[in-house]
Structure formats: structure tokens, C-alpha cells
């Protein structure tokens, strides 16, 4: 009987532990290119190397992406440095 408002209220703190997790890798993107001197083109082909090594699916559903991911798909990461 326990487990099962445990497992709403765990579930809820992953979804917020996993949208923290997704900006921390943005900020942490955006550092690397910005203050240590990685070109941004490097690190986009670094982020397509990684993706093509995990088999990554570049184009998850976002509902999964708001309750499972810890990182931001790739394409997003990708996006997100271009406009840097």
C-alpha cells in the first residue's frame, strides 16, 4: 500500500532531477565552447561521434524525453550550440 504513492512522488522527482540534469549538459556545452577554447565546430562533430557510437535515437518523442532522459537529445544539443 506504501509503494504506491511512493512511486508517484519518485517518479515526480526524477522528472525534475532530469530537467535540472538537461540544463546542467546545455550550460555545460556552452562553457566548453565559450571559455575553454573547443571550437564549436569540434564540438559538434564530438556530439555526432558519441551519438553515432551509442546508436542514439536523434529524434525521441519529447514525452519520453521529459520522463526518462538525463541528457538532451542530441539534435537539441546540437541546435543549442549553433546558436551560441
Do not use: W
Request: aromatic share 8%.
Amino acid at each position: 500500500l506504501f509503494g504506491l504513492p511512493y512511486d508517484f512522488v519518485e517518479r515526480l522527482v526524477s522528472i525534475g532531477s532530469n530537467l535540472y540534469s538537461r540544463r546542467c549538459e546545455y550550460e555545460a556545452d556552452s562553457y566548453v565552447v565559450k571559455e575553454a577554447a573547443l571550437e564549436r565546430d569540434d564540438m559538434l562533430s564530438a556530439l555526432k561521434k558519441l551519438a553515432r557510437g551509442h546508436l542514439e535515437n536523434l529524434t525521441p518523442h519529447p514525452a519520453y524525453v521529459l520522463v526518462n532522459a538525463s541528457h538532451p537529445p542530441v539534435l537539441q544539443r546540437m541546435a543549442a550550440l549553433k546558436r551560441l
